[in-house]
């Protein structure tokens, strides 16, 4: 799959100390690929650093979430006609070194997405345990809604194709926690989604969605979204 039809989003908030590794490391291991930073709403210079990297940024008025953000790099995707789209964090989670092969599962697979999930390969999970037990349950609906099992929904290392990238433009895109539900939303759809191993690293600066009480937050909403999600009829192709 050619490299020049392929977009790394890359939405970012309050990383301006991260972004510029980030960036560098995939122009290193997928040159020739395009880069979009969407700063959502940052009050550090994140934009400025991005920019000086030679990147494309979109500024967003405010805090929107990550899924608004997300989506902001997907309309910008199918506008500009890019094939393939990737998804990483700006925090530096995320190993760039990683990108060819997403491409590699999206061509060989058939695979409409991939996603990189921390539970193929031996080793301690980067998390606590009560993270460790949502994405266990979340794995566990995702299976009982579409038969899919998937080790880590709450991933975002994603590839996708265009197909996908127009989907998740439309009005059910979740605006702040795009995880589980959205699986179970393609999955339904019909869409091939597949997995392959990566390391995930431990977050070194920036804000965890997951920090404080947050994580109560996101378990009630990932429920409340799944069960919409399920019982939603009209998000197909």
């Avoid at 959205?182 to 597949?194: E, F, M, P, Q, S």
Wanted: net charge positive; aromatic share 10%; hydrophobic share 45%.
């Amino acid at each position: 799959m050619a490299k020049g039809n392929a977009l790394i989003v890359v939405p970012a908030f309050n990383e301006a100390e991260r972004i510029t590794s980030v960036i560098q490391g995939i122009k290193k291991n997928l040159p020739g690929a395009d880069i979009l930073v969407v700063n959502d709403g940052s009050t550090d210079n994140t934009a400025a650093v991005a920019s000086k990297e030679g990147v494309a940024v979109i500024n967003l008025p405010f805090n929107l979430g990550v899924g608004a953000a997300l989506q902001t790099g997907f309309k910008y995707a199918v506008s500009h006609s890019y094939q393939v789209v990737i998804q990483m964090d700006a925090d530096g989670q995320h190993d760039a070194v990683y990108l060819p092969q997403f491409l590699q599962a999206l061509e060989e697979a058939g695979a409409d997405l991939v996603i990189g999930s921390r539970f193929l390969l031996p080793g301690k999970f980067p998390g606590s345990w009560t993270r460790l037990a949502g994405i266990k349950i979340f794995s566990f609906l995702v299976l009982l809604a579409t038969g899919k099992k998937l080790t880590d929904p709450t991933s975002g290392y994603r590839a996708m194709r265009r197909n996908i990238v127009a989907f998740f433009c439309q009005d059910f895109f979740p605006q702040d926690y795009p995880d589980a539900d959205l699986l179970i939303a393609t999955c339904r759809a019909g869409y091939k989604v597949v997995e392959i191993p990566v390391v995930m690293k431990k977050r070194l600066s920036g804000q965890s969605l997951h920090a404080g009480l947050r994580p109560l937050y996101y378990i009630y909403k990932m429920f409340l979204s799944i069960f919409v999600t399920i019982l939603r009829r009209g998000a197909g192709r």
